[in-house]
C-alpha cells in the first residue's frame, strides 16, 4: 500500500485523515446477494419499519423512559442533556459558507440533532424539535455545498437523517418536502458523482472508508420512501464500507490510534445499529474479525490515569467521545455477554470521571456525549467486570502492511480501583512497534509510555498542526522531519542524531521498516505459551532491526522488563551499528530533573522517580528541553532526558536503564536478550 501510494491528501480543516488506499480488492461482492437490500424482521415482514428507525425506535424509547425512572445515572444524563439542550436553543445556526469551517459546521450539526432529538422526544416539547428543524432547514436550503471532502458529504448526511427521522411526527409537509430537495442535491447527488468518480475513501481500509460511507448510509435509511437515490447510495456505500472493516482484524486494535478508533466507533456503530433496525442485518459488518472485541482495545489503551496511550495523532488528556462509544460496543449482538457488560460499565465509568459526577441528580452535559449515551445505555457491569480481564495484553494489528505482526503491547501490575478515578497508583507501560505507513502513525518503533504511583512519567508529545508543511506526506523529508513525528520526538533510541530536526536519524517510514513484538510473556492467566518465566512477572521484546536496516544497522532490539511486583521498570536496548557515531536514550516528560552522573530523579506533582544507568559503566545522563518552534504546536513544558553514547561505545553494545519510585538500586543483573525466551530478563 505505502510504496505504491500516488496521492497525498492535505487537509485545512482540524479533521481526519489522509494517504490514499488504492486496494480495490477487500470487498468480496460473492458473499452478499441482492436481498440484502430488503428488510427480513423477526416477524417475517419485509416492508419497511416506520419512522423513526434509525438506532433508538419507539420500542427501544419506551425501554429507556422505563430506565430513566429507576436508574439514577440514567437519569442523571437525562438531566444534565435537558439542560444542555435548553442551552441548544438560542445558538446561533452554523455557518456552512464555502469558507467556513464545513466540517465543524456539520459536526455542531449532528450534535444539534441528536441532543435536541432525544429530547423532544422523551419529554415532547416542540421547542426542541422546532430549534432541530430550524437547523435542518438551514443547512438543506442555505448551504451551497456539502462536499468540500468526503467528510463533510458524509457528516451532515448523517445529521440530516437523523433529525429528519427521529422528528417525522413533526416536521411539516411543506418543511419535509425541502429537507428531501435538499439532500438529494446537497448529499445523494454529490455521493452518487463521488463515487462515480472513484473517489480514494470508497474503498479504503483507514478512518474514512467508515466515516463516509458509514454517514451516507444513515442518511440515506431514512429517506427510502422520499428518495430514489436513497437506496443507490446505501448499494453504493455497500461496496466500500466492507474494507476498513477488515481492518480490526486480528484482534480488535486499530491501526490509527485512539483518537481515530474513536471516529472510526462513532461510524461503525452508527451504521451497524441503523442497518440492524431498518433492514434486519447489517451486511455481517459486526461479525467481522475484531470488530466485536475492538473497544477492549480502548480499555487497555487507558492507564491508571484514564489518559490513553496517544501514539500518531492523538493527543494525551482524558477524551469525552471514548465514554458514548464504549457504551455503544455494548450493544453489539456478537459481542459475549460479559464483554458486553464491561463495555457498559466502562463508558459510565468514564463519562462519570469526565463530568466529575458526585453522584447527585445532574451530570455536566457539556462534558460528555449525554444523548449517545442514553441512545445506547445499558445499566449492566460492574468493577467486577473489569478485573476478569487479564490487565496485560498483546494486539497483533494486520492492515497497513502489519500483516498480523505482534504491534502494540500493555502491562499493568493489576486494574485500578473504582474509587481511584484518575489517580490509580498501578503500575502501567504501553508500547509498540514501528510502522511508520499507516495513516496518523509516526516513525516511533520501541516507544513507550509509563506511569506508576499515580503519574505518568514517560510521555508521547501526541498530534502537532495539521497545516504543517509536508504533514501528510510520509517520508523523512516531510512529515517525519517534524519533531513530534519523528523518532527523536519519541521515547525510544535513535542513532546519530537527537534534536527538535532530527534530519536522516529517523526509522525507516516504508513497508522494509515494519517490525514486531517478539516476546510478550507475563503471571497472569493459564497460556502456558505466555507465562513469564522467573521473578520478572512481564517482561517483552521489540525487534526494531528493519527500522534502522535503512541507516545501516545490523541489529537493534529493546526489552522492556518489570522486577518483583512491578518495582522497577527496566528497558534494555541492544543494538549492533558499527557506523554509528552516536546512540540516544530518550525519554520525554513533564517532570522535572535533577541529575547527577548515572542517576537522575524526575519530580512530579510531590512524587519521585528515580532512574539509575545500569549499563554501560560510566554513562550519565543528560536532558534538553523542548523547545519547538511556529507553526508547530507549543511544547511548554516538555522535556527529555537522554542517555548519549559517542564514539566507540555506540557501535556495538547495549544501554540498561531501570526506573522506579523506590531509591534502592537495582539488585538483579539483566540477561541478554536473546536468553530472555528460555530463563526470563535476569540471571539466575
Known sequence: FCANMATTIVLVAAAVAFSIDDNSSCWTPTTYSADMFMPKHSDGSSALPPHP????????????????????????????????????????????????????AARTVLNEEYTLGLLYRLTGENRFAARAVKSLLHVTTNCTTWDPFGLVLAEMSHAVGIGYDWMYHYISAEDKATIIKGISVLGFQEALKDYADGQFWVKCTFNWGVVTNGGLTVG??????????????????????????????????????????????????AVTESLR???????????????????????????????????????????????????????VPETSRDLRDLFAYEGRFIANILADWNGDGKINGSLVNTALLLTQYSSAGTHADLTAQQPAKLYRL?????????????????????????????????????????????????????????????????????????????????????????????????????????????????????????????????????????????????????????QGAASVERGFAFTENY??????????????????????????????????????????????????????????????????????????????????????????VAMSLSPSTLSSTMAPLKSWPTTGPFVQ
Open 53 to 104: 428507525r434509525l438506532r433508538l425506535n419507539d420500542e427501544g424509547l419506551k425501554k429507556l423512559n422505563t430506565t430513566m425512572q429507576s436508574d439514577k445515572v440514567a437519569k442523571a444524563y437525562f438531566n444534565g442533556m435537558y439542560e444542555y439542550g435548553v442551552g441548544l436553543l438560542t445558538a446561533d445556526l452554523v455557518d456552512c459558507t464555502p469558507s467556513a469551517d464545513l466540517l465543524g
Open 220 to 269: 440515506a435509511l431514512a429517506f427510502l420512501e422520499d428518495n430514489a437515490n436513497a437506496s443507490v447510495v446505501i448499494a453504493k456505500a455497500r461496496e466500500g464500507i466492507h474494507c476498513p472493516f477488515t481492518s480490526f482484524a486480528p484482534d480488535g486494535a486499530w491501526h490509527e490510534g485512539f483518537m481515530y478508533w474513536q471516529y472510526v466507533a462513532e461510524y461503525a456503530e
Open 277 to 331: 433496525g431498518v433492514y434486519g442485518h447489517d451486511y455481517g459488518l459486526s461479525s467481522y474479525p475484531g470488530f466485536n472485541v475492538t473497544a477492549l482495545f480502548r480499555v487497555h489503551m487507558n492507564g491508571p490515569s484514564q489518559q490513553p496511550f496517544n501514539y500518531g495523532d492523538a493527543n494525551g488528556g482524558l477524551n469525552n467521545s471514548a465514554a458514548a462509544y464504549f457504551m455503544g460496543y455494548s450493544q
Open 398 to 550: 494486520g492492515s497497513f502492511d502489519w500483516g498480523n505482526r505482534s504491534a502494540i503491547g500493555f502491562f499493568r501490575s493489576a486494574w485500578s480501583t473504582e474509587e481511584s478515578g484518575t489517580r490509580g497508583k498501578e503500575a502501567y507501560l504501553a508500547f509498540k512497534a514501528a510502522n511508520g505507513c499507516p495513516n496518523h502513525n509516526d516513525i516511533d518503533g520501541g516507544t513507550f509510555v509509563y506511569e506508576i504511583g499515580g503519574e505518568r512519567w514517560g510521555i508521547d508529545l501526541g498530534a502537532d498542526s495539521y497545516n504543517l508543511p509536508g504533514y501528510w506526506n510520509q517520508d523523512l523529508a516531510h512529515r517525519y522531519r517534524w519533531y513530534r513525528k519523528s523518532t527523536a520526538g519519541h521515547n525510544t533510541i535513535t542513532f546519530n542524531r537527537n534534536d527538535e530536526t532530527p534530519g536522516t536519524s529517523g526509522q525507516d517510514p516504508s513497508p522494509a521498516g515494519v517490525t514486531e513484538i517478539t516476546l510478550f510473556k507475563h503471571n497472569h492467566g493459564e497460556d502456558v505459551e505466555s507465562k513469564a518465566v522467573g521473578s520478572s512477572p512481564a517482561y517483552s521484546i521489540v525487534n526494531l532491526t528493519d527500522a534502522y536496516k535503512l
Open 567 to 656: 518495582q522497577h521498570l527496566v528497558t534494555v536496548d541492544e543494538f549492533d551499528f558499527k557506523a554509528a557515531e552516536n546512540v540516544t536514550w530518550t525519554m520525554h516528560t513533564m517532570a522535572n530533573l535533577t541529575i547527577s552522573g548515572n542517576k537522575a530523579e524526575l519530580h512530579q506533582n510531590g512524587a519521585i522517580l528515580y532512574a539509575t544507568i545500569i549499563e554501560p559503566e560510566g554513562a550519565k545522563f543528560s536532558h534538553a528541553e523542548i523547545n519547538l518552534q511556529p507553526p508547530q504546536y507549543p511544547s511548554d513544558g516538555n522535556r527529555k532526558i537522554m542517555v548519549v553514547l559517542d564514539g566507540a561505545e555506540c557501535g556495538t553494545g547495549r544501554i540498561v
